[in-house]
């Protein structure tokens, strides 16, 4: 293992960036795994051009808008989104010529909005303390701004099955191959569930012995919805992206065979282990994935046995929180 470069990729030209989102390398971990002889493989989606999963996405919803006649030329594209997901639509949007125009609650950090901007969408900044039904609700308008505003769509990536089924066709079939059918088990998170939905009902598919197995943010009702069929009580935490306080309709719960609760503290420590030990740069999200995959690895304790999880994004976004020692003890996690 001493060759600089990877061989083989990116040989040909493409004919935009589109045709760059996906085929993310699989890499398997050396150092935070030590004593662990379960092989643990990731795959680093910080590799996608918009930096994070949700590119997958992006494009998935957009074409699906196009061929069912919904989203026309010069159409717009409406989410209530201050995340990857609309970095992923903003992306799709600049290249095929859309207008995006996003809401994002007030409490989301100034560098995403900018992002945003970046793409040339439009954010419009709400309100975080209003109720979930008030007009300025950050959900609510967007919804209503679809509705209003002539040619848009709202991409409502918590109930569009085009979210998941991107993964159905592009994440699952990649891990299939990448491990060449050896993999045994998949961890990943649930935001929308699109990602562990996806790529878990592919996978099954292929071999119904893998394991789907789903971390959660300790706050987040999926985990106890998963155990006993109720939501239980949510309370807030840290971790971004990831985890809900309801149940949205593109998690595929029969998918997952578990879930399991990860604190912020475990995931913002492991996210920067993988920095500092690994060189994969990461964001909570993917901290709190693999810690999940190592206790999940240590259980298994097997040669042959094979564990791949998900990193969604880059740590580039989150610079100036776990990333930042003083945001970090500001906040009791170091
Ligand atoms: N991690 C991060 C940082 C994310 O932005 C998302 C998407 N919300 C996820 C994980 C989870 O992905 P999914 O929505 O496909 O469940």
Avoid at 69 to 86: D, F, Q
Avoid at 224 to 235: A, F, Q, S
Avoid at 303 to 324: F, H, N, Q, W
Wanted: charged residues 25%; aromatic residues 8%; proline residues 6%.
């Amino acid at each position: 293992m001493n060759q600089v470069t990877a061989p083989m990729r990116h040989q040909k030209a493409y004919d935009n960036v589109l045709q760059t989102i996906g085929w993310t390398p699989l890499i398997r971990l050396n150092r935070v795994t030590e004593g662990i002889r379960t092989p643990v493989y990731v795959k680093a989606e910080f590799f996608n051009p918009g930096g994070s999963v949700k590119d997958r996405i992006g494009p998935a919803i957009i074409e699906a808008a196009e061929r069912e006649g919904r989203l026309k030329p010069g159409g717009v594209i409406v989410e209530g989104t201050s995340g990857n997901t609309g970095v992923g639509l903003a992306l799709a949007a600049a290249v095929k010529g859309y207008r995006c125009i996003f809401t994002s609650p007030d409490k989301m950090s100034r560098e995403k909005v900018k992002l945003l901007e970046a793409f040339g969408a439009e954010v419009i900044v709400t309100p975080t303390a209003v109720p979930p039904d008030h007009p300025d609700n950050y959900v609510m308008m967007a919804r209503r701004i679809a509705e209003e505003t002539p040619n848009a769509i709202l991409a409502n990536q918590f109930y569009n099955q085009a979210n998941p089924e991107a993964h159905y066709r592009s994440t699952g079939p990649e891990l299939w191959e990448q491990t060449e059918g050896r993999i045994t088990h998949l961890v990943a998170s649930a935001g929308t569930g699109g990602t562990i939905s996806g790529t878990g009902k592919y996978l099954k598919e292929r071999n119904p012995a893998i394991r789907v197995i789903g971390a959660d943010p300790d706050g987040s009702v999926y985990a106890n919805y998963k155990r006993t069929g109720e939501l239980g009580e949510d309370h807030p935490y840290k971790v971004e992206g990831v985890g809900n306080d309801k149940l949205p309709e593109t998690l595929w719960f029969d998918v997952v065979d578990e879930f399991r609760t990860i604190t912020d503290k475990d995931a913002f420590d492991m996210a920067r282990r993988l920095t500092r030990e690994e060189g994969l740069f990461v964001g909570g999200s993917a901290g709190l994935i693999a810690t999940l995959a190592l206790q999940v690895a240590r259980e298994v304790d097997d040669p042959d046995a094979l564990v791949v999880c998900i990193l969604p994004d880059t740590g580039e976004r989150y610079l100036s929180k776990l990333y930042d020692d003083e945001w970090m003890r500001d906040n009791d996690m170091m």
